[in-house]
């Protein structure tokens, strides 16, 4: 599920990449949260640096098995990694959650 043909996608979006069992039962989801297109552009590293932090503290405020937000290599969105939150309804929720809330702010957290 890793790999995926960039000339077939149309950023933003958001979708399940990968799933990883643990021992215990619990399920490592790494999300996509794609932001531009591959490829084509990239977000400022200053403005993807910014988003990388707030974007995880704020979904750890409100959903704290969202517990990683990381900058893709190019440029040009997240991958966020949850426990057990396999559920695209329940990850689109919680990143609305969080940028709704990062919308109110009047600075970087």
């Not at 979708?15 to 552009?41: C, E, K, M, S």
């Amino acid at each position: 599920m890793a790999d995926l043909d960039h000339t077939t996608v149309q950023a933003p979006y958001l979708r399940l990449t990968d799933t990883h069992p643990t021992p215990n039962g619990d399920v490592i989801a790494l999300w996509d949260f794609r932001l531009t297109q591959p490829n084509q552009t990239r977000v400022d590293p200053h403005i993807m640096h910014s988003t990388e932090h707030a974007l995880i503290y704020a979904l750890r405020l409100f959903h704290p098995r969202a517990f990683l937000a990381a900058p893709m290599g190019c440029g040009t969105g997240l991958y966020i990694t949850a426990i057990n939150i396999t559920s695209y309804d329940e990850m689109e929720t919680n990143v609305v959650d969080a940028l709704t809330w990062l919308g109110t702010q009047k600075s970087v957290p």
